[in-house]
């Protein structure tokens, strides 16, 4: 059974422009979840997708956004890029039915913003 | 916000040796789960406690988990050098809006050498 897929791995961009990051779960799963992981702040939840609904979201600027697909990928977006933002991007897919169950993690991506 | 804390935050062991970290959070949970994390890249996922199990085991893992004081502890027994990484603990916690959602401790550090 494959895995969590990222892409891309490695990202330099810009400030002032937007980013897109996708996520492919493992098959089956129906939930995406998002973290954004710093050093400073460790790893901080995003958002999760579950059947193309966000039914969670955490305390990022609205400059963070996402959406999920029919087949269960997701994408994040950020717009106007900050320093800030420099950050590993990780995506979990899991089966999303009731109580969270095991989170799969992909390899995530490095996002630089110069 | 991250819900809980581990410690040690960094742990050095030679080969053979058991590693022990411990993860406190603050809120009543559904679960805790153990992840590994090798030097910024992805999240691997290593065992799920549910809140009513108290011990669990998976190879050379053992985990316990103890809801009255809101801990958990992972030992890795007979450490080998490729045991060599960061160790989260995250919490699914048991309110109503928690969808896909994991609170990280900020990690234990652990050198195994040769």
């Known amino acids: 059974k494959a895995g969590v897929t990222q892409t891309p791995r490695y990202l330099i961009k810009t400030r002032g422009q937007q980013v897109t990051l996708s996520c492919s779960p493992i098959?089956?799963?129906?939930?995406v979840s998002w973290y954004q992981q710093t050093p400073g702040q460790g790893l901080q939840f995003l958002f999760e997708?579950?059947?193309?609904?966000?039914?969670n979201k955490g305390n990022f600027p609205g400059r963070f956004s996402g959406r999920q697909f029919s087949n269960s990928r997701s994408e994040m977006n950020v717009s106007t890029l900050e320093l800030g933002d420099s950050a590993l991007y990780l995506c979990?897919?899991?089966?999303?039915?009731?109580?969270?169950?095991?989170?799969?993690f992909g390899q995530g991506t490095r996002l630089t913003v110069v | 916000s991250q819900q809980g804390e581990e410690d040690p935050q960094a742990l050095s062991i030679q080969e053979g040796e058991n590693a022990t970290m411990n993860c406190s959070y603050k809120?009543?949970?559904?679960?805790l789960q153990w992840y590994r994390q090798n030097s910024g890249r992805g999240l691997v996922h290593l065992i799920l406690?549910?809140?009513?199990?108290r011990e669990k085991h998976s190879g050379r893992l053992r985990v316990t988990l103890d809801t009255s004081k809101k801990s958990s502890s992972l030992l890795i027994t007979a450490s080998r050098a490729a045991d060599t990484a960061s160790y989260f603990c995250?919490?699914?916690?048991?309110?109503?809006?928690?969808?896909?959602?994991?609170?990280f401790g900020a990690g234990t550090q652990v050198v195994v050498t040769p």
């Open positions: 406690i549910r809140s009513n199990e």
């Open positions: 098959s089956g799963h129906r939930s």
């Open positions: 995250a919490t699914d916690e048991a309110t109503t809006d928690s969808w896909g959602k994991l609170q």
């Open positions: 997708y579950f059947s193309e609904t966000q039914r």
């Open positions: 979990a897919s899991s089966l999303g039915q009731g109580v969270l169950t095991e989170a799969f």
């Open positions: 809120t009543s949970i559904n679960n």
